[in-house]
């Protein structure tokens, strides 16, 4: 069993910057991968960043390369999502997640965190 609690959500500005965090509990492999998915207001969740647990390899969704970069230290079991030149469509929930067979599919997580909220003030 993995349990995922997020925080480092807020209000900030268009342009602003903010880093947020996934503390990890439980037994991981290095086969699982780690996502960040975010749910605006009124639309369906999303995939924004992933990174398998072992290796590091990383994957980003078009809308935010160049801008947001995943990170994990496995020591402390941490993931992070550090998001630079947020916009307002960046605003949403943001959740951590777990896949045990390494995919990125919001359907087919294993494991969610309960959220933290952004929003980005025009």
């Known amino acids: 069993q993995v349990q995922l609690v997020e925080s480092g959500g807020g209000l900030v500005q268009t342009g602003d910057s903010l880093k947020l965090s996934c503390a990890v509990s439980g037994r991981m492999f290095s086969s699982f991968a780690m996502g960040w998915f975010r749910q605006p207001p009124g639309k369906d969740r999303e995939f924004v960043a992933g990174i398998r647990w072992g290796a590091g390899n990383t994957k980003y969704a078009d809308s935010v390369k160049g801008r947001f970069t995943i990170s994990r230290t496995q020591a402390e079991k941490t993931l992070y999502l550090q998001m630079n030149g947020l916009r307002p469509d960046d605003t949403a929930a943001y959740y951590c997640?777990?896949?045990?067979?390494?995919?990125?599919?919001?359907?087919?997580?294993?494991?969610w965190g309960k959220g933290t909220l952004v929003t980005v003030s025009s």
């Open positions: 997640a777990v896949d045990r067979n390494g995919y990125y599919d919001v359907s087919g997580q294993d494991y």
